[in-house]
C-alpha cells in the first residue's frame, strides 16, 4: 500500500468516525432524560430523586443548546416538558406513577412523531445523504416508530403492575438496549450502503 493509500484510508477512518458521531450524537440527547431518569431510579428506587435530577438535566440540555446556538429539535423540546410537567406532579403528590406513567406518554409521542415520514434526515450524516434509498430510510422510521410505542407499551404494564424501582431495573436495559441494537444495525446497513455509492461518486468527479 502507497502512502497515498494510507492516507487517503486514514482520512477515510476519520470520517466513518465523524459520521458515526454526527448520527448518534443527537439521538442520545434526545433521549438523554428518560434514560437518565431510569438509571437514577434503579440505583436510589425513589421517583421523586430521580424525577427531580431529570428535570434539570432536561432544563440544562435546553439551555446549553440555547448559549451554543443551536436550534431545539422537536423531539427535544417534547421530551424536556414532559419530564418538568411529570416529573413536577410527582415530586408535589408523592405519587411515582405520574412519572413513569410520563416515560409511555413521552414514548407514544415520539412513535407517532416518528411516523412523520422524513424526521430521519436530521440523524443521516450530510455525506451519506442522496446515496442511501429512500426505501431504506422509510424503514427505519417505522423500525424506530414501532420500538418506542411498544417500549411505551412496556413501560405502561409495569408502572401498573410492579413497584417503580422493578420498572426501572427492567427498563433500563431493555430500553437501551433495544435502540442501541436497532442504531448499530440502521448505521452498519447504511455505511454499506452508502459507503461504495460515495467512492463511486468521487471517482466519477475526479476523472
Known sequence: MTPSDNNLAARTSRLETSSFLYAVRPIATDLASTFFF?????????PRVAAGISIGLGIAQILWMKFQGRSVAPLQWASTIMVVVFGGLTIVTHDPRFVLVKVTVFY?????????????????PNIAHGHIPEHMVVFFERAWAGLMLCTGAVNL???????????????????????????LGQYALFRAIARPRIKAARASSAE
Open 157 to 183: 404494564i409495569l408502572a401498573l403492575t410492579a413497584d417503580p424501582r422493578a420498572t426501572a431495573l427492567i427498563m433500563v436495559p431493555l430500553a437501551i438496549g433495544s435502540k442501541v441494537v436497532l442504531f
Open 108 to 124: 407514544a409521542a415520539f412513535g407517532v412523531t416518528m411516523l412523520r415520514p422524513g424526521w430521519m434526515t436530521r440523524y443521516i
Open 38 to 46: 431510569y438509571g437514577v431510579l434503579a440505583l436510589t428506587g425513589d
